[in-house]
């Protein structure tokens, strides 16, 4: 079974360009999670949906951050304007109700 | 007080060792555990569920929960260098649907 698929893998762009961030979760799944990593903040929760609906936006940082879910088989994370202290690995993952959730790959993001 | 706590480490045991593994929570109604393990540059990827009180075990992987402590541990029996990573604690608190709460991660190095 295909996994999580997040696109891209690496991204490196400079500060005030908008950047998108790409994710499929597993086929069925109807939970998906937005995560950001840092060395100093650790894995924190930015967004999570349920069947396309945001249930909690708590974790996004600040209005720069926007996330969508158009359908069951596709998400973004969009950050406009992009800022360095953005730079972090962006994961997404996915589960069924009440089950573990599974990760993709991560995009590495750098701002510079 | 953070809501998933872990000792960052690193923690060092030697090879065929057990590896005692620990983290403590703030939710008392919490009711499903998770932990992942996390290779340097790779996504998190999950090896034990508990969502009762006692012992589950896994191969050498054995998580211990005890709700009344607010405690779960995971041990690593016959430990391995391809064991050495971070191992990341989650816990599914109340009235959260599927959003896990993540520790910061405990990194375990095991030695030839």
């Known amino acids: 079974d295909a996994g999580v698929i997040q696109s891209p893998r690496h991204e490196v762009t400079e500060m005030g360009q908008e950047v998108t961030l790409r994710c499929k979760p597993i086929?069925?799944?109807?939970?998906l999670f937005w995560y950001r990593q840092t060395m100093m903040r650790g894995l924190e929760l930015l967004i999570y949906?349920?069947?396309?609906?945001?249930?909690?936006d708590s974790g996004m940082p600040e209005d720069r951050f926007s996330a969508k879910m158009p359908n069951a088989s596709f998400s973004t994370l969009k950050i406009q304007p992009s800022e360095p202290r953005d730079s972090a690995v962006y994961f997404c993952?996915?589960?069924?109700?009440?089950?573990?959730?599974?990760f993709g790959d991560g995009t590495r993001l750098s701002i510079l | 007080q953070k809501e998933v706590e872990q000792n960052s480490g690193p923690l060092s045991v030697p090879e065929g060792a057990i590896a005692s593994l620990n983290c403590t929570y703030s939710?008392?109604?919490?009711?499903?555990f998770f932990w992942y393990r996390q290779y340097s540059g790779k996504s998190p990827e999950l090896i034990m569920s508990?969502?009762?009180?006692g012992d589950q075990e896994d191969g050498r992987f054995t998580a211990q929960l005890n709700k009344a402590s607010q405690y779960v541990s995971l041990l690593i029996r016959d430990s391995q260098p391809s064991d050495s990573a971070t191992y990341l604690c989650?816990?599914?608190?109340?009235?959260?649907?599927?959003?896990?709460?993540f520790g910061t991660g405990t990194r375990l190095q095991v030695t030839l």
């Open positions: 993952a996915s589960s069924p109700h009440q089950q573990p959730q599974h």
């Open positions: 086929s069925g799944h109807d939970y």
């Open positions: 949906f349920n069947n396309n609906v945001p249930i909690d």
């Open positions: 939710d008392r109604g919490s009711q499903s």
């Open positions: 508990i969502y009762s009180n």
């Open positions: 989650a816990v599914k608190g109340t009235g959260t649907a599927s959003k896990l709460t």
